[in-house]
């Protein structure tokens, strides 16, 4: 993370005008993508994804099969224009990474050994990246899942906490992100509060962690209803 | 469902009531991407391309030194379809980028000339990027369309200390033609304009055709069998035609 | 394509003292590649292909086997020094498209369906060139393919044309394709005027694109001449 | 031998005799290979990792022009596994890379300012390479160690006339701070550091902690299914502590 | 087949008639590839190699900065075997293109100290690519043949404004040495050279040996199984007796 | 190989002291990597390889499989670090080339008939590079052959000779090889005095040639000493 002598929060008041637990203007549309079995759209401020959810279907090569559960799959992949210079096509490291955490955040809402020899085909498309583009793949991902008709224990609600200028803050834009003291990306099970994906880079002390992570599960709340209207809204 | 459709179009009819040589529902978003300097998202129907536009300080080629340099790109990105993976482009990605590319730099869409910074050292790179989101036939045409239009979104960023300020612009990019382009499907006897995939999957041939808003050709595909030299000709006519239709959009 | 002070015809003449509808020396033999099943040499001026066909052979993972046809494969490469700047070895972007329309361009003339489960390979080498090589490449091939002895409807006979200084011609030579107003490249069946590989890029009026059609079909009929004299060739 | 393992942890024992928060024998090698700058082998138990550290002339980032660059890579070579294969990085060698590296980075323990070469043209790069020589669980710790003791012994080499004099050296890497790496593995209602495979592949969870020598957290990432807050909190809490006997061994 | 061939060379004889020590007929054409600064096409019998040399403006090695530059690779085309796919290059290929390569480099075949053009910045790269065109056995010796020949007839670019005047030449390009490189097979007591490919997979081992025009020997490499140390000196001393040979044909 | 206008050899004294025939520091353990079927390490001078076998293992996918023989495959990797500049990860062509010339040097020592349908895979990992690495990795493989418990007709002995100053010398360190007039490594069984690998680069008489050859022959019988000790040590 770069230093700057910008202040990221004057009069309480983010750059974009947002208090620290706020978060940004969030669209969410499910069914976006006819082909897919599932599919959603999800916008946290500037910050854009797609997701699609193909299967549960039959897994080629079969030595890759599981005999007794469905085997999961996540891609996260950003569209080459969706940063400042444009990123080259195809997953670099850091997508790798994403790609594994995204599974993991995802696998345990859902009921794998149901579909046995299958695969059930996750893919995150990020088309425009302003901060927090992970956590954003996912609420698409949960979606497309809900959308696919594809039986789970709850929705995966997903949310960044951080520290900029002192301030512990949700919802990290861009901005935000490059400068912050602390940038930690969770996701969670509403129901159970079981957090399935927490990764967290910066430099802050123990609590300030655990306060964020409170702060998350509380204000993830919205999200959740958010995610529950956009489906809500699928069969209006 | 394959004889179904064929015998509606034996009476001029297609399986979603449009004419033969009618377009689907055309739905066109600009400026759809804010982080591009340009970009615009095309609907025919349920076929949903996004296209974005980049610009970069690029070298120019030592035979142009002081032209800029135009590339374009397509990912077949798995969320479109259950039949694209992960992975490098295949063969199909490559041709509708290498299509769309010739559409555009053979047109002279854009003033290459206007886009260097400093002879044989520095040039804009227009880097087209095109992204497939659901497939529903017609791709090469709406990538097309959507490029042109992001095309004319463009804006070129601003220079400072020789590092681009991005979200910032000091202009339009510039532009002298606008290729319209149309591919035309041969079934039975029938020719049919903007196929969906039930329909492309059927066809007996099908020629792609860009015309410029002057009616000259500037790139032509055959993509699939054979056609006779009394079809092409057809063919190019009703592409010339209808792109004054579809040039409407823009 | 790019512009040019020079003139590319002076009294009628083209930078190779060819008139606009002359085609260039055509040399052409088969049986080139003890090897291969078929093979052809082809030569248009100084543009220069190999071809060779293995096959219909055993396709192999069987999974690719198509249970009521032969599978066409073709690929065209380039050597790295048949052009002015040395072409790094493998397949670029444009080898993939060329090698995809070639494969089009010939499959109308084959009867795949006699070679179910089977693969034919058509491998075209391009070991010098001078413009119009994937015409010449598709020569090859198709005289490759007649050596092979499989069976076809008809030979196909490949011919580029275009525009230069305000001239339909045909046949471009390197320079020509470089400064040209239009390239197309045609393949057809010689007996039925089918065409099987149609491609154009320039700038030209739709008149002057059917023009230049006609143009190749009459003058490709030399070129089919030329391919039958080469298989005779191979049995005398 | 599920089961067993299961059993003794219900009694706070391990296979290996040890305590629930108790690490195996830790071996470290210093400069162990004189051709890098910098190198430490690190032992686990039988977890076995080589980590050397390489300096090179590199381009700033154009956004940081007069900072040093910090590259990781780790190799998980076919020799320490029967589960490793030839081949570029797969997903577990990256995210073990990158873990490492954001523990070393956002603990800021390379002073990246002091290496500077030229303002915006030339910095030195400091290339960490990670090489897992046997695994028998926990290589995340056993890297982040091993890579943190290398950093300590790495020396910046001679430059003359724009070149590296490789084996000469003009003084040590410059350090700000020592991050450890620990990672806490759930097992039933329990914690344990330092899992060997076995015990790693029954794991119901596990989160890996940075911890600076100031007690700030610099790194952390959840590895495996689910953990509920308080388990985040007690694991934290015990990373912390752990941290420091972890630290004596620098 | 197999047997015939063992039982042929138990009486000195092969299956194409050929005495043990004796090449198949050998066919040479200069200049092949006038695009190429330099080539050569050399048939062994119905092996064919085409090997074509480009020139570049590289950049020298920071350690021989102005001595110019040799590259050397090989493509098994498809065309030339039905046991040759599409793909980067495989084993034999690398080992292949780093045989001849090591011959022409170890030998100081080209005068390298001549094709500096700025010192530590510009020098003349030699690019020699080679191209298998039917494979019958004895690849090696066939492409180190058209190699060193396609040298002998390699020009030197003019250059203006610093770029590369294609077919447009300053002089030849300069050599040093000219070495010729032997395999010869050993197969039961006998050793033949230039194996055909039926010949070559019955091989119990061979060695390849390249020999300058002073009798040294450059390069050499045991390519099957084992072989004795008498063996072995019998090959060198063979080897060298042919070269003289397969030297008058350049 | 470069020239300089260094002496290498000084009052008969090689840079590190040796006399021509003398061999650098030998150090070998076996049984270092304890996942591995069969492992060890070896060192001469700086120069350090880890060598680790596994296997007879079954080969996926099945067709790669030989019905009455086992498949082996060598690798040869260098750590990026093992070098002045540091290597990029992943095999280069000279990679692929040791590889493939260890796996010939390696072969005529085994019974691969004896385990069919298996692979063993030899895999050698250079940890520091002084010269001479890939008959040190040859070394290292054929302990780790033997730990492994794989029948074997002998031991592998390999060892470099060459030519520097006008003279024949063994065991090239880094510095010799960079400036000798011949590099020749090679590999051997010492009861039968097979040699299995010979490579050789650089200007010397055919004498010379023969001189080195008989040299390493002589001089490897101190390496095979020294391999024999470093098996007993691991059953001490």
Request: proline share 5%.
């Amino acid at each position: 993370m770069m230093k700057t002598d910008e202040k990221l929060i004057i009069n309480g008041k983010r750059l974009d005008g947002r208090k620290p637990m706020d978060i940004r203007e969030i669209e969410m549309k499910v069914g976006v993508i006819p082909n897919a079995n599932g599919s959603a759209y999800v916008r946290f401020g500037k910050t854009t994804a797609f997701a699609a959810v193909y299967g549960p279907r039959e897994l080629i090569p079969k030595h890759l099969q599981e005999p007794d559960k469905a085997i999961l799959r996540c891609y996260y992949n950003m569209a080459p224009f969706s940063v400042s210079d444009r990123k080259r096509p195809g997953p670099d490291r850091r997508a790798v990474e994403i790609s594994k955490v995204t599974k993991l955040a995802i696998e345990p809402a859902l009921f794998l050994e149901e579909f046995p020899e299958t695969t059930i085909d996750v893919y995150i498309d990020i088309i425009q990246a302003d901060g927090s583009t992970r956590v954003t793949g996912i609420n698409a991902a949960s979606l497309a899942l809900a959308d696919a008709g594809i039986p789970m224990r709850d929705l995966i609600v997903a949310l960044s906490g951080g520290k900029i200028d002192d301030t512990l803050i949700i919802d990290l834009c861009g901005k935000e992100d490059n400068y912050s003291e602390a940038d930690i990306p969770i996701a969670f099970l509403p129901n159970t509060k079981e957090i399935t994906l927490l990764q967290m880079d910066g430099r802050i002390t123990p609590q300030e962690v655990k306060d964020t992570i409170r702060n998350i599960l509380k204000a993830g709340e919205q999200v959740y209803k958010k995610q529950k209207e956009a489906l809500k809204n699928r069969y209006k | 469902m394959k004889e179904y459709i064929l015998n509606l179009l034996e009476k001029n009819k297609r399986i979603d009531n449009r004419k033969l040589d009618e377009f689907r529902k055309i739905e066109i978003q600009k400026d759809f991407i804010q982080r591009a300097e340009g970009s615009a998202r095309v609907k025919f129907g349920s076929t949903d391309v996004i296209v974005g536009v980049k610009l970069e300080i690029s070298e120019p080629f030592p035979d142009t030194p002081d032209s800029g340099i135009l590339r374009t790109d397509a990912e077949f990105t798995p969320i479109a379809s259950e039949d694209f993976f992960p992975g490098p482009p295949n063969e199909n990605a490559i041709e509708l980028a290498r299509i769309v590319d010739r559409g555009i730099r053979e047109s002279e869409t854009i003033d290459l000339e206007k886009l260097c910074l400093e002879k044989g050292e520095k040039v804009w790179g227009v880097c087209i990027d095109i992204r497939i989101i659901n497939h529903d036939g017609n791709l090469i045409d709406a990538s097309a369309l959507a490029a042109l239009i992001a095309l004319t979104t463009t804006k070129i960023p601003k220079i400072k200390d020789d590092e681009i300020i991005r979200e910032e612009y000091s202009g339009k990019l510039p532009l002298k033609h606008k290729p319209i382009t149309i591919s035309i499907g041969k079934i039975g006897g029938k020719f049919i304009i903007d196929p969906c995939l039930q329909e492309e999957n059927l066809l007996d041939s099908i020629l792609t055709v860009s015309v410029r808003e002057d009616g000259k050709i500037c790139a032509m595909q055959k993509r699939k069998n054979s056609l006779k030299v009394e079809e092409i000709n057809k063919i190019i006519d009703l592409a010339v035609n209808k792109s004054k239709e579809l040039r409407k959009l823009i």
